[in-house]
C-alpha cells in the first residue's frame, strides 16, 4: 500500500508570494491534517480534514487555509508569506472511525521563504 | 502552553544499552499515546501507542510504560542499535474522533558503538 505522498517536496518562495502545498493520504483514509515543524516551535498542528470539512484547526493565522477534495486529497494554502513561514510542512493521514488516532506522515515539504 | 513535556533533550546510549525517554502531560482529556520516530530528511513514522486503560506495551525492542495517576508515559528502547539513532517524538490525541496530535518538544537519540 502506498503511503502518504506530498509535493513539491522542496519549496523556495519570496516573501510576499502566496504557495498551494499537495497531500495525498494514504487509500482509504478519510482524515488529513497539517503540521508545521520548525526548529524553534516543533511540531504544531495546522488543522484537520474529514469528508471534505474542516473538523480541527490550530493557532495559526487566517493566512493558513486548507481544502479536500472528494478524493480525500488535501492542499494547504498559506498566502502573503513571511519569512517565519520558512518550515517544513507535514500532512498525515489517518483511517478514524475504526482504527482512531493512527497517523500516518509524509515526508513532508521544505518550504523556504527568502 | 505547552501541554505535553519531554525530556531529555538529547541522549547518548551505547549500543546494547537501554534508552529511556520521559513525557508528562497536563489534559486529563487526553486518551491516545503514540510515539514517532523521525530520522533526518523524512517525516515521523508511528512507533508505537498506547491507551490510558493499558499500564504498558511491548512491541519488538520498544516499551510504553503508563502511570496515569502522575500523567506521565516513557518510551524504553531494549538492546539500542545505531539504527535507532534519530529522533523521538511523544504525542497525545484528546477525544475520539479528534485527530488532533499534540507533541512533545523532541529528543535526540544517539547510539554510540
Known amino acids: 500500500k502506498a503511503g502518504v505522498t506530498q509535493t513539491p517536496r522542496y519549496l523556495i518562495k519570496t516573501r510576499g508570494q502566496q504557495v498551494t502545498l499537495s497531500c495525498s493520504p494514504i487509500s482509504g483514509h478519510r482524515s488529513v491534517s497539517w503540521y508545521q515543524q520548525t526548529p524553534g516551535q516543533g511540531l504544531q498542528f495546522l488543522f484537520e480534514?474529514?469528508?471534505?470539512?474542516?473538523?480541527n484547526k490550530g493557532n495559526f493565522p487566517g493566512r493558513f487555509s486548507g481544502r479536500q477534495f472528494s478524493n480525500s486529497r488535501s492542499e494547504m494554502n498559506v498566502s502573503t508569506l513571511e519569512l517565519g513561514d520558512s518550515a517544513l510542512y507535514l500532512c498525515a493521514s489517518s483511517l478514524t472511525g475504526t482504527v482512531p488516532h493512527e497517523q500516518y506522515f509524509g515526508p513532508g515539504t521544505r518550504l523556504t521563504v527568502t | 502552553q505547552q501541554q505535553v513535556k519531554q525530556s531529555p533533550q538529547s541522549l547518548i546510549v551505547q549500543k546494547g544499552g537501554i534508552s529511556i525517554i520521559n513525557c508528562a502531560y497536563e489534559n486529563t482529556a487526553f486518551d491516545y499515546f503514540p510515539w514517532y520516530q523521525q530520522f533526518p530528511g523524512k517525516g515521523p513514522a508511528l512507533l508505537i501507542a498506547i491507551r490510558p486503560d493499558v499500564s504498558e506495551k511491548k512491541e519488538g525492542r520498544f516499551t510504553i510504560s503508563f502511570n496515569k495517576s502522575a500523567k506521565q508515559f516513557s518510551l524504553h528502547i531494549m538492546d539500542s542499535q545505531p539504527g535507532d539513532s534519530a529522533t523521538y517524538f511523544c504525542?497525545?490525541?484528546?477525544?475520539?474522533?479528534?485527530?488532533?496530535?499534540?507533541f512533545g518538544t523532541g529528543t535526540r537519540l544517539t547510539i554510540i558503538p
Open positions: 504525542a497525545a490525541i484528546a477525544n475520539f474522533g479528534n485527530e488532533k496530535l499534540t
Open positions: 480534514y474529514f469528508s471534505e470539512t474542516q473538523r
